[in-house]
């Protein structure tokens, strides 16, 4: 995939891109049968609505539930891609996640764990038992910027990284909206007839929710990531930003509860205006805004005793803590 050549959101049409990419995927796939994984985001709805108009019925579609999403996400995702007519099979891996992050604090080696379950154990046994021969993903252009400028390995690029799919895991790998950055993405997927709840929704890294949390994580740790992440989403809904999310810090930090020194957790408030990621500013948010989301943070989050708020752009900072 070298060379990728850049279609800017400007000068996307995007029904000709819809129907250009179905018809490639159609002829590549052939008489055979693919697969892919729905996360809910914009970039895997848009490819699974263009490979079911490619494929139909032989497309199959999945929601791995590896116990790292947001609150409720497999049923609502379930529920919404059903009035489309794409049936949504979901698959309890909760476990195997889990099991292989234990013990792993190092970022690189958390998405790589991450890599390895996803597309060798979990996605490599559907995929042998299904027959399919092509996984189809909503690898985007931004996703490869970042990989081989080192600023972080995305776990669904793997030409950039010297890997081959189909030796390493024995399937090929589709990627049609790999030209593609966000607000092109976007785009797609409004022509696509997906509701504005969707298209507009906000990023959401491939390693989930953690990738929010610094250090090991754990099932308790990633519900506290969970929980502070819904209150946020639900208190910033308004505000306009590209993007918003709680990071859980790694170290507990001296608080007090009931005039006693407590040694809870911290949770840090990101929340960024950007166009399509690859730069961004923090939101200016109203400190009135500020204090309500702490507040509600520390009253509804056990264990949490400090909320802070990340004021630095991107670069040096990422959007994403690890």
């Not at 590209?242 to 407590?262: C, E, N, P, S, W």
Request: some cysteine; glycine content about 8%; aromatic content about 6%.
């Amino acid at each position: 995939m070298a060379g990728v050549i850049e279609i800017k959101a400007a000068d996307l049409n995007a029904q000709s891109f819809i129907e250009k990419k179905a018809k490639e995927i159609a002829e590549l796939v052939g008489d055979g049968e693919a697969i892919n994984a729905l996360s809910g985001g914009v970039d895997s709805s848009a490819v699974t609505m263009i490979g079911h108009k490619a494929l139909g019925s032989k497309l199959k579609t999945y929601f791995i539930d590896n116990g790292l999403m947001r609150k409720d996400e497999p049923q609502q995702i379930v529920s919404l891609f059903k009035k489309f007519g794409v049936e949504v099979k979901v698959i309890n891996a909760q476990e195997d996640f889990f099991n292989a992050l234990k013990g792993i604090t190092d970022p690189e080696k958390k998405r790589e764990a991450i890599t390895q379950t996803f597309y060798k154990d979990i996605f490599g046994k559907l995929v042998k038992e299904s027959g399919a021969k092509y996984l189809l993903q909503g690898t985007i252009l931004t996703d490869i910027d970042e990989t081989v400028a080192g600023i972080k390995r995305q776990h669904n690029v793997f030409e950039q990284l010297g890997i081959d799919p189909q030796e390493a895991f024995g399937y090929e790998i589709i990627e049609p909206m790999v030209q593609l950055r966000k607000d092109g993405a976007r785009k797609v997927a409004e022509a696509l007839g997906l509701p504005k709840s969707l298209f507009n929704r906000m990023p959401f890294p491939g390693p989930a929710l953690s990738a929010r949390v610094i250090g090991e994580a754990t099932p308790k740790r990633i519900e506290t990531a969970r929980i502070s992440t819904q209150v946020i989403e639900e208190e910033l809904a308004s505000s306009g930003a590209f993007q918003y999310m709680a990071i859980l810090h790694q170290d507990k930090v001296t608080g007090m509860r009931d005039g006693k020194r407590d040694f809870g957790l911290q949770i840090e408030i990101r929340c960024w205006d950007s166009i399509d990621a690859r730069t961004a500013t923090p939101t200016r948010l109203p400190f009135d805004t500020l204090d309500k989301v702490a507040k509600r943070i520390v009253a509804e989050v056990p264990g949490v005793v400090s909320v802070t708020y990340n004021i630095t752009t991107k670069p040096p900072s990422t959007m994403e803590a690890i």
